[in-house]
């Protein structure tokens, strides 16, 4: 994991995760931009679990990081507890700083770096 993957996504997580231990040696790392509210979203995220425990039972791993557009905090909590991966804190600032750089136009939006580089 690079410094730059750090500075790009802090080191700030749900339940006191740090990336360091988050992202470990997985050479990928995932931003799902999702939000319990949206239809497509609730569809499209117990597919995206699926090939995620997929790759977990080969020893790919891919770590995954939700970030919320949910707009109250019961409702991010609840939607993240159906995901096996971590999050951002709700209303985190960081989120909106990634949806701007990497351009996200609508949920669900799956982004995927370079555990290297960011």
Same mark, same amino acid.
């Given at each position: 994991? +690079? =410094? %730059? #993957? =750090?500075?790009?996504?802090?080191?700030? /997580?749900v339940n006191g995760a740090d990336l360091a231990s988050i992202v470990g040696d %997985?050479? #990928?790392?995932?931003?799902? /931009? +999702? %939000?319990?509210?949206?239809?497509p979203c609730r569809q499209f995220t117990p597919k995206l679990k699926k090939f995620y425990d997929t790759l977990v039972a080969q020893g790919t791993p891919l770590p995954i990081l939700f970030a919320s557009s949910d707009q109250d905090e019961d409702s991010f909590a609840s939607y993240f507890a159906e995901m096996p991966w971590h999050a951002f804190q709700f209303g985190d600032d960081r989120i909106k700083v990634l949806k701007k750089k990497y351009e996200v136009s609508g949920i669900p939006w799956l982004v995927i770096l370079n555990a290297k580089t960011g």
């Open positions: 994991m +690079s =410094t %730059a #993957l =750090t500075s790009l996504l802090g080191n700030d /997580f %997985a050479p #990928l790392v995932g931003i799902y /931009f +999702s %939000a319990h509210w949206c239809g």
